[in-house]
């Protein structure tokens, strides 16, 4: 099946400081990547369509100048927080999709102190 | 937009019983319901997907069944084992590469020796 990986798996940061986490689809192309954060025991919450070539769509509340997108190429989405605080901690996922399916990277889990 | 709500949020089962986890969506346009497992700390892993032109769909000891008129879907499975504990997610869209997920909150599956 579609592979998609994530970098890093984790990290831990000092609060102010910016951490860029990138997405890659591995054997397929992938236009549209989908970057969504997850809260302990708690669904996946999508914040942004991320689109190759143009700008991302942010879901409702959520900060686009905080978590800024690029999707340079067909295989490469990166999610950049920040400034990042410790209610930013969480675990970030993102997912890209090829025919109807999608599929998700391992994710990573920031921890900022 | 699209609104999923799925039920119970916790299970528990005995080993060798059935489990039946139950979504609804609001949108009519959704044609799309995947289902996915996710084990503690990785990643969303799909395990079955229907369409709307079909009302049942099976894989060995997994089972969705679909009524688009009364917008519900169900997981079932059969024969519990172990390895299944986990929390499982339904989720909806219309077809499209482009097209987000709405996912429900979530149900924690604790299958019991």
């Known amino acids: 099946g579609a592979v998609v990986s994530q970098h890093p798996s984790w990290v831990i940061c000092k609060s102010g400081t910016s951490v860029k986490i990138e997405c890659r689809s591995l054997?397929?192309?992938?236009?549209?990547m989908f970057w969504y954060r997850q809260f302990p025991k708690q669904s996946l919450m999508l914040m942004a369509t991320s689109n190759e070539g143009s700008k991302a769509t942010y879901e409702q509340g959520v900060e686009k100048d905080k978590f800024l997108i690029n999707h340079a190429s067909l295989t490469l989405s990166t999610l950049t927080v920040t400034s990042a605080h410790p209610e930013d901690s969480s675990f970030y996922i993102c997912?890209?999709?090829?025919?109807?399916?999608?599929?998700f990277g391992p994710g990573t889990r920031l921890t900022v102190l | 937009g699209e609104n999923v709500e799925q039920h119970p949020s916790t299970l528990s089962v005995q080993e060798g019983d059935s489990a039946v986890i139950k979504c609804t969506y609001s949108?009519?346009?959704?044609?799309?319901f995947p289902w996915y497992k996710q084990e503690l700390g990785k990643r969303p892993q799909l395990i079955i997907d229907?369409?709307?032109?079909?009302g049942e769909k099976k894989d060995q000891r997994i089972a969705v069944t679909l009524n688009k008129t009364a917008k519900h879907f169900s997981l079932h499975i059969t024969e519990t084992q172990p390895e299944d504990s986990a929390v499982y997610f339904c989720?909806?869209?219309?077809?499209?590469?482009?097209?987000?997920?709405?996912f429900g909150t979530g149900t924690r599956l604790q299958v019991t020796l």
């Open positions: 949108d009519s346009a959704s044609n799309y």
């Open positions: 054997d397929f192309q992938a236009t549209t």
């Open positions: 229907i369409r709307s032109n079909v």
């Open positions: 997912s890209a999709t090829t025919g109807d399916t999608q599929y």
């Open positions: 989720a909806a869209r219309y077809t499209g590469t482009a097209s987000k997920l709405t």
